[in-house]
């Protein structure tokens, strides 16, 4: 479970405090809350004397990027960026050393990566297969393009019949790396930086959904089986290419699900998190996680059809993977509002069962978590950050910069 979270009217009667007169819908971030994650967050890594790359997708907001780094400073060193575009954009933000997690074979990403690399910023592709490479090719300006090969180590039983992990990667053994690798230094324009080996079946999967319960125990043992399994698929890997004179400049792996697990890898060079900063609620269902709640978003109640029951504007910010209740936003202050079966969070309005002993009117918040931390940042133009009892800054999210990626 996450850490006990502060759900009493007297945290809903702050939030409340903290937002009156702003104009709703509105999004926050409670600096506080925050702050633990970092220190929560960081303590493994502190201790196996790594760092921590924060997922910027996890994020979307320039402010809080650099919060984190400095915050973190020492211990979180650069950014997992998800498109090319978007880590030339952090760079005219000052940031450097990005590596973007996902491939792209589109030509104009390709002459944006040589251009930023040729002005002295660094900024890494993930490739997996020669069609990368050959994107890539030609492109390259006065200074070679720095590339991670993302290898997949998914839990694969049954002779690969039965895929568990996510669909990324074709390399799933050290020597389809090591023919990638070849390729890359045969290449002219491209430099080979490192590796990229991300765990989604252990940092992805929360054993305590409360959503489908019955699947608890099969997925406790999916995470159980994998670890041993990803741990030495990394070990191996790394061990192959330096055998042929490799040097692995940057091993990444891990997520906020599998920090401490990640860190603890002597392969890994260093790990990533971005999620567990803000704390979205399907990471509150990870027993080994004590995160705080951090990012929210503030609805007014615009009417009351029946006793029990308020209606929300606005609302239906769900998130991104497989469909599931697990999905769609929580109703978080005051504690113990409900969506309704029929109709969920809204389009344009959101109907909340109200339990007894709550009193709600028209005109009052209502503080809902979103399930995926950086998508609420799609929502909003603007992030509120508070901390105590006071706004300390207001900051635009990447969508109130008028910047999307994807
Ligand atoms: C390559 C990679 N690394 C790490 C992560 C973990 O990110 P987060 O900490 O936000 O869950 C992800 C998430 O999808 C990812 O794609």
């Not at 997992?80 to 990403?109: K, N």
């Not at 002459?111 to 990368?132: C, E, F, I, K, Y």
């Not at 890359?184 to 989604?200: K, P």
């Not at 790990?271 to 705080?292: E, I, K, M, N, W």
Request: glycine share 10%.
């Amino acid at each position: 479970m996450a850490a006990p979270a502060d759900r009493s009217p007297a945290e809903y009667t702050r939030y409340r405090r903290l937002i009156a007169g702003e104009r709703l819908p509105l999004a926050f971030v409670d600096l506080d809350a925050v702050d633990a994650n970092i220190e929560r967050l960081l303590a493994p890594v502190r201790r196996a004397g790594k760092t921590l790359r924060v997922a910027s997708k996890s994020v979307r907001c320039v402010w809080l990027l650099k919060y984190l780094l400095a915050r973190g400073a020492g211990t979180i060193r650069g950014i997992l960026s998800y498109a090319v575009e978007e880590a030339a954009f952090l760079t005219e933000h000052g940031f450097d050393d990005i590596i973007v997690a996902y491939p792209t074979v589109q030509p104009s990403d390709c002459r944006l990566l040589a251009q930023v690399n040729a002005a002295g910023r660094r900024v890494a592709l993930v490739v997996d297969s020669p069609a990368h490479l050959d994107a890539l090719a030609g492109h390259a300006g006065s200074s070679p393009i720095p590339v991670v090969i993302d290898v997949d180590v998914s839990l694969r039983p049954l002779g690969g019949r039965l895929h568990l992990g996510v669909r990324r990667s074709p390399l799933r053994t050290p020597d389809a790396v090591l023919r990638l690798a070849e390729q890359i230094r045969n290449r002219s324009g491209l430099r080979l930086l490192g590796l990229m080996a991300y765990d989604a079946q252990i940092a992805g999967i929360a054993e305590r959904n409360p959503h489908s319960p019955l699947l608890n125990p099969a997925r406790r043992l999916i995470k159980r089986f994998s670890r041993p399994r990803v741990a030495a698929a990394r070990q191996a890997t790394l061990e192959r290419l330096r055998r042929e004179g490799f040097t692995i400049e940057v091993f990444n792996g891990g997520g906020t699900g599998s920090v401490a697990f990640a860190s603890g890898e002597e392969a890994l060079t260093e790990v990533t998190a971005g999620s567990g900063f803000l704390c979205s609620h399907l990471f509150d269902h990870y027993p080994h996680l004590q995160l705080r709640p951090a990012a929210f978003f503030a609805l007014q109640i615009v009417r009351i059809s029946d006793d029990g029951f308020v209606t929300c504007h606005g609302g239906g910010f769900a998130a991104s993977g497989p469909p599931g209740a697990d999905r769609a936003p929580l109703p978080w202050l005051p504690a113990g509002l409900r969506l309704t079966a029929f109709e969920g969070a809204g389009e344009v309005q959101t109907p909340l069962r109200v339990p007894a002993g709550v009193t709600l009117r028209p005109g009052d918040p209502v503080f809902f978590r979103h399930a995926k931390a950086g998508e609420l940042a799609e929502h909003f133009t603007e992030y509120l950050l508070v901390r105590g009892e006071r706004i300390e800054a207001r900051a635009p999210t990447y969508r109130g910069e008028g910047r999307s990626f994807l």
